[in-house]
């Protein structure tokens, strides 16, 4: 994050802005609709402009921009052709400590300007830190598509409500719980249908019945849940919808080692993140204990996202857990995410089933349960049948040496795939008899699994993604494959639009 975004209160705050062409208008514009007072300094001011700062509150000054006319500025905008004269700006400015912008000059800018939505009291600032400023306008005229004039009429109602619903509803808990019911619920499509009245209505009749005393089966009715979300193979934009919202709605967040940084930002800001990882060994939280934290917290009241790499019941301990919870009574549910295995596949170019070469697919860990190896190798000797090994890369030579003396040949194509799904995703093809020395020289790091049969010998064709340096997945965003085409899809706008739910 090269800025960091705030929005700056400027209601009869003086902005100075150097410059009077159509730059300045457009910055005036946005200025006046903040509640700003405005002073212009230049000796050609547009018609248009000059019409802005007709308002009682504007100043026109026909004059040669100096030093003093700074004074008692909040912010400071360049906006001429002439860039010794904005530098001087620039310069004054800063030595008075007052912010400044000089347009279209990122290095010469102390804020920048973003695109902006507004939905007042909502207001949705896009940037690119002035660097595709076009890119981030067309972003927004695509948010505008999907936020509803209403989400402003809705923040008003809330913002009337704000102080009551604190005084009557006295935890954080509970005051989120209220909102996020009534911004999901029937206040929300009262606003939106245009019946502001009724809306009002409805959320004061909630609010009277939240504030309830709460007897014992009150308290036993608003216990929390526990959502066992896949967090899939570590890009983000391979997350479901509904994994993203519950993500964005948890009290608290347990997530393992195989969930990336990028997807684990995805939760909400405020939301406890608890580190309760398994490498191999090396368990941070012993599984146990884990099912005991998911009952505790859920039994606060608080919802509980229990966040896991790839799928919950794909190697995933998630039938364990819910084992636990219904044993105590604790509400759960189960979202589905990408397995590993499917990610892999699909990301190498190696198709898990082909009707020329494998008609069956079988997922196989490498180890067994207390970290036992998985020794059953004669059932693994199919081969029309796609075989894929979680948790076998440190295993290499004992799976390579076991296969090959159960019978399989030797020349079985096989595949490493490190990272899949990552800007630093890795593959190493080979075979059964040559894997484990091209492993030693490649040392390919881990997570990585295995896939083994004939097609693996389709990647070389079949392969699309092209992996990055950058390991910043940001870059996944508008990627559209190696031919590099832009794409920006509703599910990308799905995911800026979950972004503005955070706080």
Not at 227 to 236: F, K, L, R, S
Request: net charge negative; proline share 5%.
């Amino acid at each position: 994050m090269n800025t960091f975004p705030l929005f700056f209160k400027l209601t009869a705050q003086k902005v100075l802005i150097v410059g009077g062409g159509e730059v300045a208008l457009r910055k005036a514009d946005l200025l006046q609709r903040a509640g700003a007072h405005i002073t212009v300094a230049s000796q050609n001011i547009s018609e248009p402009l000059h019409a802005l700062l007709s308002a009682p509150e504007h100043t026109r000054l026909t004059q040669n921009y100096s030093a003093d006319l700074l004074v008692g500025s909040r912010l400071v905008i360049a906006a001429t052709d002439d860039m010794p004269l904005n530098q001087q700006v620039y310069h004054d400015a800063h030595a008075l400590g007052i912010p400044v912008n000089v347009v279209d000059t990122p290095p010469l800018c102390d804020f920048i300007f973003p695109a902006i939505i507004d939905r007042s009291p909502i207001v949705v600032g896009i940037s690119s830190n002035g660097q595709a400023p076009v890119l981030a306008r067309l972003l927004r005229a695509r948010l505008e598509t999907l936020i509803p004039q209403g989400y402003g009429k809705l923040a008003g109602l809330a913002g009337r409500f704000r102080d009551e619903v604190k005084a009557n509803l006295p935890t954080l808990t509970r005051r989120r719980q209220f909102w996020e019911q009534a911004f999901e619920g029937r206040v929300s499509q009262l606003v939106f249908a245009g019946k502001e009245r009724d809306a009002e209505a409805q959320l004061r009749a909630d609010l009277n019945a939240a504030a309830q005393p709460q007897d014992e089966h009150a308290a036993s009715t608003s216990q929390g849940e526990v959502y066992i979300v896949g967090a899939g193979p570590g890009d983000p934009e391979l997350l479901t919808f509904k994994a993203l919202r519950l993500m964005q709605q948890a009290d608290v967040v347990f997530y393992d080692a195989l969930v990336s940084p990028q997807v684990l930002d995805l939760c909400r800001r405020d939301a406890d993140k608890i580190y309760v990882g398994k490498k191999r060994s090396n368990h941070a939280v012993a599984q146990q204990d884990i099912n005991a934290l998911l009952v505790s917290h859920a039994k606060k009241g608080q919802r509980v996202v229990r966040l896991k790499g790839g799928d919950p019941f794909i190697f995933g301990r998630g039938g364990e857990e819910i084992e636990q919870l219904r044993a105590q009574g604790v509400r759960y549910e189960v979202v589905p995410g990408i397995t590993a295995a499917n990610a892999a596949a699909s990301y190498a170019g190696i198709p898990l089933t082909h009707r020329d070469h494998a008609q069956s697919v079988r997922y196989v860990t490498g180890f067994l349960k207390a970290g036992e190896p998985n020794q059953q190798f004669e059932s693994l000797l199919n081969p029309n049948e796609t075989v894929v090994f979680y948790m076998g890369l440190h295993a290499l030579p004992r799976l390579i040496d076991g296969l090959i003396g159960a019978g399989r040949d030797a020349e079985t194509p096989i595949a490493i795939v490190s990272n899949a799904s990552m800007p630093n995703q890795q593959v190493l093809t080979g075979t059964l008899n040559t894997i484990v020395e091209q492993q030693q020289s490649a040392q390919l790091p881990t997570p990585a699994l295995l896939i083994m049969g004939d097609v693996v010998a389709l990647h070389d064709t079949l392969s699309w993604y092209e992996a990055h340096d950058d390991h910043d997945a940001s870059s996944n965003w508008l990627r559209g494959g190696q031919a590099g085409n832009a794409v920006l899809s509703d599910a990308h706008i799905a995911h800026a639009l979950s972004m503005i739910n955070k706080d």
